[in-house]
């Protein structure tokens, strides 16, 4: 069972469109992070969110975790070919998870020059 | 370059072979973390060390698993006996001892079993 799922699984767009990428979970998360990964590389961090409710910007990448601290989502604006990549969220569990970092099933964003 | 390093960063080696993979974590980091990931999937938790203490470890780590950082900096991840099933990527992390879940991962080692 995947602890936290993200949708969709793939997203093709043309530069210069929005789009927003999701990961839910049935479980609650102390904080969670979002992660973009090119081929053949590995994750690099973007951002932590650790209060319900909260959002971070990012230049063009808008973060939001969930009241109940279960969901977040990514909103990227005007997007680039730059973009393109592997996004993936992960947490560690609550209670007692710290020391284990669970990841998202990944949405493969590819920007369409 | 003060980042994860992980070596070799690709290996090819034929079924029943061992293989061993490297990694130097960022060096003001207590904690070092292997992940398994597979093409278009997210990386798949294996262990965790804290300093030289291996505290957890996920049943993907099959008794065919080791790994190791006998002096809590440096670790070594080796599989003995591949199997075609284990090719993948293997990620290593670190992290602060004063952990919030952030992760800095290697550019990773990339296992073919043929």
């Known amino acids: 069972t995947q602890l936290l799922e993200q949708s969709p699984q793939f997203l093709s767009i043309q530069e210069g469109e929005n789009l927003t990428v999701y990961c839910n979970s049935s479980?609650?998360?102390?904080?969670l992070q979002w992660y973009r990964q090119e081929p053949g590389e590995g994750p690099v961090l973007l951002v932590t969110?650790?209060?319900?409710?909260e959002v971070k910007k990012l230049k063009r990448l808008t973060f939001q975790f969930g009241d109940a601290r279960k969901d977040s989502s990514l909103h990227i604006t005007a997007a680039q070919p730059g973009d393109t990549g592997l996004y993936l969220c992960a947490g560690p569990l609550v209670p007692g998870g710290y020391q284990k970092v669970t990841f998202g099933t990944g949405t493969k964003l590819q920007v369409i020059p | 370059d003060t980042g994860v390093s992980q070596n070799p960063r690709h290996k090819i080696t034929k079924r029943g072979q061992n293989v061993t993979f490297r990694c130097d974590p960022i060096?003001?980091?207590?904690?070092l973390y292997w992940y398994r990931q597979t093409l278009g999937q997210g990386p798949e938790f294996l262990t965790y060390f804290q300093n030289e203490a291996q505290l957890e470890k996920s049943r993907l780590l099959s008794d065919r698993f080791s790994a190791e950082r006998p002096k809590g900096s440096f670790s070594t991840l080796e599989i003995q006996r591949t199997e075609q099933g284990d090719s993948a990527m293997y990620l290593c992390a670190s992290s602060w001892d004063t952990f919030n879940g952030e992760l800095f991962f290697g550019e990773g080692s990339r296992l073919t079993v043929l």
């Open positions: 969110v650790v209060t319900g409710g």
């Open positions: 060096s003001e980091h207590n904690r």
């Open positions: 479980s609650v998360f102390s904080s």
